[in-house]
């Protein structure tokens, strides 16, 4: 098989592998046939009986995109956890650390506000337009949090000395 002296040999290994070895002493793991016995029972059955995945109609690929475009919608409030234990930690002395905190807590939802129509682009089609215009005006809390008016507390607690 190795005929041709320009060409190296683990080229030609490559485009035809050895014939796999004879069976040795060690037998094969339960559920591991050896390669020179081929498929199994089970693996041939479901080979036959794999068929082309049809393509989804335009409807189940609209329902699709607004799925997604809910995810994407509502995936900044699955930051909020995060930042606000990162806003903790960070204390509340002046550090470089807390401001690039507190600037990222305001850059961040202003961003996202003005990215709105490029992070759903991707989603939208004539069929989902109207609905795409729902997802993209869902706010959350944390949309419009910088802008939420302070509550004042109806008791105070005082510590113990």
Known sequence: MY??????????DLEFPPAPKSKSS??????????ST????????????TQPRKQPSPEEMDTLKLKK???????????????AIMMYMSGNSLQIFSIMMVFMAFKNPIVGILSTNQAFERFESDSN????????LATTRSDWLAWE??????EHAVSAL
């Open 69 to 83: 475009a809910w995810e994407v919608a509502l995936a900044p409030v699955k930051n909020l956890p995060m930042t």
């Open 149 to 154: 008016a302070h509550r004042e507390p109806l």
């Open 3 to 12: 005929t041709n002296p320009e060409v190296p040999k683990w080229v030609v």
């Open 129 to 136: 337009r109207g609905q795409m215009l729902q997802v993209k």
């Open 38 to 49: 081929g498929l199994t029972k089970k693996q041939a059955s479901k080979e036959a009986k």
């Open 26 to 35: 060690i037998p094969d793991p339960p559920g591991y046939p050896s390669q």
